[in-house]
């Protein structure tokens, strides 16, 4: 069971900072119409994040071309998620 947790933290992680990103530049990846901002992503990086389980390897938004994406889930510079990941499997 443990492992299955440790299985899905990963890309649950991802998918949730995809959506901070999203939502920061106001619309989503590939997409191909009109942009409002001329801001975009600027790729990913790989971070390894601390679970009650174990370390996870994820892939993180690098953050966006002007700097002034922060993220709120994972904050930069934070590797131990063990506080919110019940929070976030719950959902």
Do not use: C, W
């Not at 649950?12 to 900072?17: I, V």
């Amino acid at each position: 069971m443990q492992n299955a947790l440790k299985d899905i933290a990963g890309p649950m992680f991802e998918a949730m900072l995809k959506g901070e990103m999203d939502n920061h530049l106001g619309y989503e990846s590939n997409d191909k119409n009109e942009k409002e901002t001329d801001n975009r992503r600027n790729g990913y990086g790989k971070k390894t994040l601390k679970t009650s389980d174990g370390e996870v390897d994820v892939k993180v938004p690098r953050g966006d071309r002007d700097g002034s994406f922060d993220p709120q889930l994972i904050p930069k510079r934070k590797k131990d998620v063990s506080a919110i990941e019940n929070k976030a499997i719950s959902m």
